[in-house]
């Protein structure tokens, strides 16, 4: 006779639907299956494209020794109750060309995909990485009506990574020994924030001096256009990748990690009815809680600057498109 210990149910394994499957999201396809955090479903409007990368990818698996499932296709019923939406779906820029300069042939297409994708895992966690940024993520939110600590934008742990980077350089030591953050809106008007960059707990204050720290703050706020402007043909996606499977892997995980994310905003830092990159917590539920940071007034004033951008984005496209 079988007991419920001889014969337990098996958990369903976690699902995480990427919406485009471009560089961005075939990269973290990969990134995803290879950390062993859950099966991947790529979709994108190409048809056969997607598929083709999941053969690709899955053939990998035995040298990369993980089983995850990896499916592409171009039909949401295919990404059926996902626990993680990630949309990466939507045109990248070209040298010259700003972040915002997308928002119109953007927004429709991540309108759209996210009506879809909720359509069909009506629990789950956004991710949005398509740009601008925290605008398509404001348009999401609004498209799919879930609460906000579902949907979130990715862009302050790549924004983060690129300053900690420079730091390393500068300095000579260990990335992973350089920890940074950088909140506000995906763009020029980032809010690195220098007092709170360190190695190993010391300040960088202490081992660079200004002019040097404003030069790598540069370097970050300028990071995105400086790849593009080598690649020529569209942006970052290695980096981009392993930035966005850092917060599926802490909500799949439960790690309840501190990250920077962008999120909409409700009274926070005084600011209302806005999507912005602030510290957040993420966890099982999605955005755990926000952390109101005791910013300089030079710093609160940047993210109200920057959150000012935004709302002009958004307002923009809400004019344009009634
Ligand atoms: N938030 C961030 O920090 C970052 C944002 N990005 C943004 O992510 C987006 C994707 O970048 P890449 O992967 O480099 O571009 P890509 O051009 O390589 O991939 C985009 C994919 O979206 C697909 N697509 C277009 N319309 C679609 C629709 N209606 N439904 C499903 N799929 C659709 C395309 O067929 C293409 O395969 C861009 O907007 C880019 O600017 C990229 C890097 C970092
Ligand atoms: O620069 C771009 O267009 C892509 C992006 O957002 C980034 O790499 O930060």
């Not at 958990?11 to 955090?37: C, D, F, H, M, Y």
């Not at 053969?55 to 035995?62: F, K, S, T, Y």
């Not at 350089?178 to 809106?185: E, R």
Request: net charge negative; with cysteine; charged share 20%.
């Amino acid at each position: 006779m079988s007991t419920p210990l001889d014969s337990p149910i098996p958990l369903p394994l976690p699902r995480v639907a990427i919406i485009g499957a471009g560089r961005v999201g075939s990269t973290l396809a990969q990134r995803i299956a290879e950390k062993n955090l859950a099966d991947v479903v790529l979709l994108d409007i190409v048809e056969g494209m997607p598929q083709g990368l999941a053969l690709d990818l899955l053939e990998a698996r035995g040298l990369e020794l993980h089983n995850r499932q990896i499916i592409g296709t171009n039909n949401y019923a295919d990404t059926s109750n996902s626990q993680i939406v990630v949309m990466t779906a939507g045109f990248p820029r070209k040298p010259g060309m700003s972040r915002d300069d997308l928002l119109k042939v953007n927004a429709k297409i991540v309108v759209e995909a996210a009506k879809q994708a909720i359509a069909y895992s009506p629990h789950a966690i956004f991710i949005v990485v398509t740009n601008p940024l925290d605008v398509m993520t404001y348009l999401a939110w609004q498209a799919t009506g879930i609460k906000r600590d579902r949907i979130m934008g990715m862009a302050g742990v790549l924004d983060s990574a690129r300053f900690a980077t420079f730091i390393a350089l500068e300095l000579g030591v260990l990335p992973a020994d350089v920890k940074a953050m950088v909140l506000g809106s995906h763009g020029d008007l980032m809010v690195p924030l220098s007092g709170y960059a360190t190695v190993n707990g010391v300040p960088i204050t202490e081992l660079l001096d200004p002019a040097t720290i404003e030069r790598l703050v540069e370097r970050t706020r300028n990071g995105g256009a400086e790849i593009v402007k080598l690649i020529q043909t569209g942006g970052a996606f290695f980096a981009p990748a392993s930035a966005t499977s850092v917060m599926v892997e802490s909500i799949l995980l439960n790690q309840s990690r501190l990250l920077p994310v962008a999120a909409y905003l409700q009274g926070e830092y005084g600011l209302d009815d806005v999507v912005i990159g602030v510290p957040c917590r993420l966890g099982l539920s999605g955005i755990e809680s926000i952390l109101e940071l005791n910013l300089s007034e030079s710093e609160i004033k940047a993210l109200h600057i920057s959150a000012q951008s935004v709302r002009q984005q958004i307002e923009q496209w809400y004019f344009s498109s009634v």
